[in-house]
């Protein structure tokens, strides 16, 4: 193999993986993890709890139908897993929604809030700055004339 080829190479995926975006992609990755982990944490330890307190023991995993088939034997379906996955997703999402991203979006609205009343107030001083330039000029006009006479 050529040298600079092989130079060429390891140089290109060098830049590949230095970009910002597969940098932070990699990032995203391994704290999506860890939120994971989080996320199961507070289903499994509070909300799963909290739902079988509230209804009892929510497990579908034993629900399941036989369909015979041609060879007079039959084929077990366990759709209480699929039930099961169903649940958990629901309130896997849930928990996101109700303890992540609305908690998130009433911090950014605050924030939003308080800039707007900064963004306001800077207007406001920049009119009274202008209305006092104005008033200057206005007067020193006025001054001007009558100190030719």
């Given at each position: 193999?050529?040298?600079?080829?092989?130079?060429?190479?390891?140089?290109?995926?060098?830049?590949?993986?230095?970009r910002?975006?597969?940098?932070?992609?990699?990032?995203?990755?391994?704290?999506?993890a860890?939120?994971?982990?989080?996320?199961?944490?507070?289903?499994?330890?509070?909300?799963?709890?909290?739902?079988?307190?509230?209804?009892?023991?929510?497990?579908?995993?034993?629900?399941?139908?036989?369909?015979?088939?041609?060879?007079?034997?039959?084929?077990?379906?366990?759709?209480?897993?699929?039930?099961?996955?169903l649940?958990?997703?629901?309130?896997?999402?849930?928990?996101?929604?109700f303890?992540?991203?609305?908690?998130?979006?009433?911090?950014?609205?605050?924030?939003?809030?308080?800039?707007?009343?900064?963004?306001?107030?800077?207007?406001?001083?920049?009119?009274?700055?202008?209305?006092?330039?104005?008033?200057?000029?206005?007067?020193?006009?006025?001054?001007?004339?009558?100190?030719?006479?």
């Amino acid at each position: 193999m050529n040298n600079s080829r092989g130079h060429s190479m390891f140089q290109g995926f060098k830049e590949f993986i230095m970009r910002g975006n597969v940098l932070d992609l990699a990032v995203a990755v391994v704290i999506g993890a860890a939120f994971s982990g989080v996320i199961n944490g507070l289903v499994e330890g509070f909300i799963m709890p909290l739902v079988g307190w509230l209804v009892g023991a929510p497990d579908f995993s034993g629900i399941a139908f036989d369909v015979p088939n041609w060879r007079h034997e039959t084929t077990k379906f366990p759709i209480g897993l699929f039930i099961q996955g169903l649940i958990m997703f629901v309130l896997i999402a849930s928990a996101i929604y109700f303890f992540v991203i609305l908690p998130i979006n009433k911090l950014k609205s605050l924030r939003k809030t308080s800039e707007e009343v900064v963004e306001e107030a800077a207007a406001e001083e920049v009119v009274l700055l202008t209305e006092i330039r104005d008033l200057l000029r206005a007067q020193q006009v006025t001054q001007s004339p009558s100190q030719s006479n």
